[in-house]
C-alpha cells in the first residue's frame, strides 16, 4: 500500500502547522486544533537563493488555509541551506515548516545526524511546534532494515521535546520503534492501490478508505496525519505508472470530511515529478528540473488548491460541511484520449473523462463541452461532481442560471490525439468571475450569513451526480514501421530505421504487448543511439532509433536512485552521475 519503497517520490513528507495548541504559533485562526501540512520537496530547490524565494509559496500556501509545510529533506549539500531559508520565509510570512525526513536516504545508523538536525533547527520561530513540542515526521522508514525510523534513539540525540509523526505503516518492521514510542503516523497512501505500490485491479484494490481504517486501528487514537493527493503520474525511467486519478480530489476531500482526522497533509505542493503538485506550476524559475518539464510544464494544478480552500476551512472547523462564496467550475482533464498513449502501467485505471466540480452558492445548470461532446446537468447548491467522455478539440465549461449565462470558460488547453511524449497529467483551470453584471444570490449580500450552502460529506457523495456519457470515437494510433513502441522514449528525436530483419527470429524475446523494446546503446560525442531490438509488438522493419540528449536534469542527489536518469537526459547536478535506468550510455 505505500508508494514505496523503490520508488516514490523525490521526497515527501508531511506536516502541520497551526494554530490555537501550538505555543510557539502567533496565528490566530478559527479552528478545532486541525493541522493541514502539504509536503514541499527541498530536493529540487538548489536553485533558491534566499529566503525571498520561498515567500510566494508561503503566502500562497497561507492564503488557501493550509499551516505548514513538511520540508522534504534528503542529504544533499544544499539541504542546511534550503531549510534555513525556508524556515525564515516561514517566520517572514506567519506560516510553519518542519522537517521530514526522506528515509530513501537516511538511514538506521543515521539517528544522531537526524536528531542533530532537529536540535538545531526546532527552536526557530518558523518551527511547526504542537503540544509545545516539536513536530517532525518522514517518508518511508519502516520497511528496509537498513533505513529504519528509529524514534527514541532520535529523541535521545535532539535533547529537545519530539512530537514525531513519521511515515510509518500498521505493517511496518517494528524493531526500531514501536508504536509507543510516535505520536501518531502518517500515511502515504492517497490513490487507491493494488497494495504494492501500483494501480489497483479489480481483484486487489486497497482503497484510501481501506487504508484510512487500517491506519486509525492501529493508532488507537494517536494522532493520524492523513494523505489528500490529486493525481499520480510519473514517467521516470525508474519510475513510470499511473494512480487512478480522475475524481479522487473531490472524493478525498469529500471523504475527510467525514473521517475528520486530526491531521492531514496534502501530496504535494510541487511534487512536479509524480504530478501531484497544487502549488506553483512547474514554469516557475524557482526550482529545478528533475526531468518532468516534460509533463509538468503547461500543466497547472493551482485550480486544484483552489478547489480544496473550502475543504480546508470546513476540514479546520471540524464542520462536515464546506460552504461557498463564490460560484466556480473547477475543471481538469488530461491532454489526450488513453487509446493514443498506447501501454503504460495502470492506465486502464484512468476514464478518458473530462472532470467538473461545480462549486455553486445556489443551484444551476452546468454545461460541460468536450470536443463534439456536450452535456448540461442540473447542479445544487454546494459542491458537485460531473464527467463528460473526453472529445479532442476545445473544453468549454459553462453555469447558467434561469436560462442567463453567469460565467462561462474555454480551457487553456485543447485535447488532441498527440501523446508523444507520453502524458498523463491532468491540466487543471477554472471557470469563475465573468459574471458581474449577473445579479448576485441573495445569499451573497451577506457574506457572512452561515447559509448551508452546500454540503459535500461522503453520505452527499452517493447522490453526487456523475454522468458517464457515450465515450467519442477514438482515434488509435497510427503505428508506421519506423516508429518506436509506444511509451518508450520520451526523447526521440530521429528515427532510423533498421535494416530489415537485422535480427534472427529466434533472437526475439517474447514481450508484453507495448512493453519498451531491449535496447543497445552506443555513444558518440554528444549523443547516443539507442536501438531497438525488435519485438512482436512492433511493426515488421521496425527497430532502431536515435536519441539525443534533450532534457537537462539537475535536481538533487534524491533522483538517485529512485529516479535515475531516462533515455535524452543529461545530468547537470550535483555530485557524479547518477546511474541510468536503461543501461544507456550518459548523455555528454
Ligand atoms: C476499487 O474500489 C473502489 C471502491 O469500491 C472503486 O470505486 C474502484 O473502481 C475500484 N478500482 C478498481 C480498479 O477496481
Known amino acids: 500500500m505505500r508508494t514505496s519503497t523503490t520508488s516514490v517520490a523525490l521526497g515527501l513528507l508531511a506536516a502541520a502547522a497551526n494554530a490555537a495548541p501550538f505555543k510557539t504559533s502567533t496565528v490566530k485562526r478559527q479552528d478545532a486544533g486541525k493541522i493541514v501540512a502539504a509536503h514541499f520537496m527541498i530536493g529540487i530547490m538548489q536553485v533558491r537563493s534566499s529566503a525571498a524565494d520561498y515567500d510566494d509559496d508561503m503566502k500562497k500556501a497561507k492564503a488557501a488555509g493550509i499551516d505548514a509545510f513538511a520540508l522534504n529533506i534528503a542529504k544533499d549539500d544544499y539541504t542546511d541551506a534550503q531549510l534555513n531559508y525556508a524556515y525564515e520565509s516561514a517566520a517572514n510570512n506567519d506560516m510553519k515548516v518542519f522537517i521530514s525526513f526522506d528515509y530513501n536516504y537516511f538511514e538506521t545508523s543515521e539517528s544522531d545526524a537526524v536528531g542533530a538536525k532537529l536540535s538545531e533547527y526546532c527552536g526557530k520561530p518558523g518551527q511547526l511546534m504542537v503540544e509545545g513540542k516539536c513536530f517532525a515526521s518522514s517518508f518511508n522508514g519502516d520497511n528496509d532494515p537498513s533505513k529504519l525510523f528509529n524514534a527514541n534513539a532520535i529523541r535521545a540525540a535532539a535533547g529537545t521535546d519530539l512530537y514525531l509523526v513519521p511515515n510509518l505503516t ?265 459574471a458581474a453584471s449577473v445579479p448576485a444570490p441573495a445569499a451573497a449580500a451577506s457574506p457572512s450569513a452561515d447559509v448551508p450552502q452546500v454540503i459535500l460529506s461522503a453520505a452527499a457523495l452517493a447522490s453526487v451526480t456523475i454522468a458517464v456519457p457515450v465515450l467519442s470515437a477514438v482515434a488509435l494510433p497510427v503505428v508506421t514501421p519506423t516508429e518506436p513502441a509506444s511509451s518508450f522514449a520520451p526523447a526521440v528525436t530521429s528515427v532510423a530505421p533498421l535494416p530489415p530483419s537485422s535480427a534472427s527470429a529466434s533472437s526475439i524475446s517474447p514481450v508484453t504487448p507495448g512493453a519498451k523494446p531491449p535496447v543497445s546503446v552506443s555513444e558518440a560525442a554528444g549523443t547516443f543511439t539507442l536501438t531497438a531490438t525488435p519485438t512482436s509488438v512492433q511493426a515488421p522493419g521496425a527497430g532502431g532509433y536515435k536519441v539525443k540528449c534533450t532534457a537537462t536534469v539537475t535536481a538533487s542527489e534524491q533522483i538517485r536512485p529512485t529516479n535515475c536518469l531516462g533515455a535524452g537526459q543529461a545530468w547537470a547536478g550535483v555530485g557524479d552521475v547518477p546511474d541510468r535506468c536503461d543501461g544507456a550510455a550518459k548523455c555528454s
Open 170 to 434: 500498521p505493517t511496518g518492521i517494528r524493531d526500531a520503534t514501536a508504536l509507543a514510542d510516535i505520536d501518531g503516523a502518517f500515511s502515504w497512501n492517497g490513490w487507491d492501490s493494488n497494495g504494492a505500490n501500483r494501480a489497483p485491479t479489480a481483484e486487489s484494490n486497497v482503497t484510501t478508505s481501506d487504508s484510512d481504517s487500517a491506519y486509525t486501528e492501529w493508532l488507537a487514537g494517536k494522532t493520524y496525519m492523513a494523505p489528500v493527493s490529486p493525481w499520480f503520474f510519473t514517467d521516470f525511467a525508474s519510475k513510470a505508472w499511473v494512480f487512478p486519478g480522475d475524481l479522487l480530489w473531490f472524493r478525498r476531500w469529500n471523504e475527510i470530511l467525514a473521517l475528520a482526522p486530526k491531521m492531514l497533509e496534502i501530496i504535494t505542493w510541487n511534487d512536479y515529478g509524480e504530478s501531484h503538485y497544487v502549488g506553483s506550476d512547474s514554469e516557475t524559475s524557482l526550482h529545478n528540473d528533475d526531468g518532468s518539464s516534460a509533463w509538468a510544464n503547461g500543466f497547472p494544478h493551482d485550480g486544484w488548491l483552489e478547489m480544496a480552500q473550502p475543504y480546508i476551512a470546513a476540514f479546520k472547523a471540524g464542520s462536515k460541511e464546506i460552504s461557498v462564496t463564490e460560484d466556480k467550475l473547477v475543471y481538469w482533464y488530461r491532454p489526450t484520449p488513453k487509446a493514443a498513449c498506447g501501454a503504460f502501467d495502470g492506465i486502464d485505471t484512468l476514464q478518458d473523462a473530462v472532470f467538473v466540480v461545480a462549486l455553486l452558492q445556489s443551484a444551476g445548470s452546468v454545461t460541460v463541452t468536450s470536443g463534439g461532446n456536450t452535456q448540461t446537468f442540473d447542479a445544487p447548491a454546494g459542491a458537485s461532481a460531473y464527467q463528460v467522455a473526453m472529445g479532442t478539440g476545445a473544453q468549454t465549461f459553462a453555469l447558467s442560471r434561469n436560462g442567463a449565462s453567469v460565467l462561462s470558460a474555454t480551457g487553456g488547453l485543447e485535447i488532441t490525439e498527440n501523446c508523444s511524449p507520453i502524458n498523463l497529467n491532468a491540466f487543471v483551470g477554472v471557470a469563475k468571475g465573468n
